[in-house]
């Protein structure tokens, strides 16, 4: 396939892992974290792993916009959609999340209307197509996502839509950084950066983690090569002394971003002064509410919700696995109590939870017989 | 060719994930153009329906890389990329 096969070519694979081999520093051992869940997915999916030494470790980072979601959003998005003339909108993977109480799947059995959409601008069509209804849009996501959720109420604004609102859950990703960073648990070497997230907001928001501390940075692609290459060019940095961002993506990410996606955001939206992590805690300017300008479209104003805070379970560990402290298998509920099919924390509900990407596809019977040996 | 239907399960699935929870992008080509939405195909034929306004003017034949039913960028096109900044 044009624009993938090359990316997966595993004789190259096996170079860049030859190459990566050659810059490791004996007796070192590297962390490196991966931001972006996509990025986590990749790494399981193609064994990404496999081609790197053992003393250079992936650590996983929070940048799974579902695994991210307190529980007491979910509540506050079951109590908007059992409004009886509401149609809650959200996307696939929201489904599942458990919520204090339920899901949204739970509560669209019990006969909520709640459905699955691929874009905010789906939601905004059923608007339309309902105008006895109040269309709710359930908005998560990073970066890569607030501009569409964005263009969608600059569109609802245009059609003088009085029957589509938002629910705001959209985070930015640099706070969350800085917040791993300034955990004192995690010593990290270096980032590789979210490709997509940076495709909007350019390579030079990651500056700081370069110059205040002394990390390398590299925006990554997706595929399998484009990981190696990145962890190739961290490694370069690391063997050379140097601290930098650099552009792995850069068949897509521009450096300064997208200015037009940039400037619909900071139009619609407004950062709000803090908001709740799963795993990381209430971090302060970190997430995103819709701006004075478009309150009409505020579904928190629209309607009452219950905003609780929501305690995680005490047998799920999705915190320190969001932080990277702790790996998938070693949450104490992983692989038994908390499955796919039946998700106790966040991790494992999205493909792109490193519980879910290391349940699919294997590593954990991998990790055991690694342990066990 | 197919298009890509929001409940079809596709785009967005609750057994394979979803691709807009997952930050992932997909590169599409512009066939048509109907107002500020360009209907677009990916290398199996599958068609959607983009909007274009976060990526300026587009033609037929460009590509785009889209997340959630938005271009949120034009491929193929000179980049900035100046050197890393260094410590």
Known sequence: MRFVDEFRDPELAQVVGAQITALCEPGRHYKIMEVCGGHTHTIYRYGVQDHLPESIELVHGPGCPVCVIPMGRVDDGIAIAQHEDVILTCFGDMMRVPGGTSSFIDANAAGADIRMVYSPLDALRIARQNPDKQVVFYAIGFETTAPSTALTVLRAKQDNLTNFSVFCNHVTIIPAIKAILDSPDLRLDAFLGPGHVSTVIGCRPYDFIA???????????????????????????LAEGRSEVENQYGRVVDWDGNPRALAVMNDVFALRPYFEWRGLGSISHSALQLSSRYAEFDAELRFDVPGVRVADPKACQCGEVLKGVLKPWECKVFGTACTPETPIGTCMVSSEGACAAYYNYGQYAKQRIHLEV | MTAFEPDSGEACSLTEGCVTCGDIALPLTVMSFEGMDALCHDEQGRQETVATELVGPLAIGDRVLVHAGVAIEKLDKPRHQPAGSRR
């Open chain 1, 211 to 237: 110059r205040q501390h002394g990390k390398p940075l590299v925006c990554a692609g997706f595929e399998p090569l484009d990981l190696l290459q990145s962890v190739y060019m961290i490694m370069k940095q």
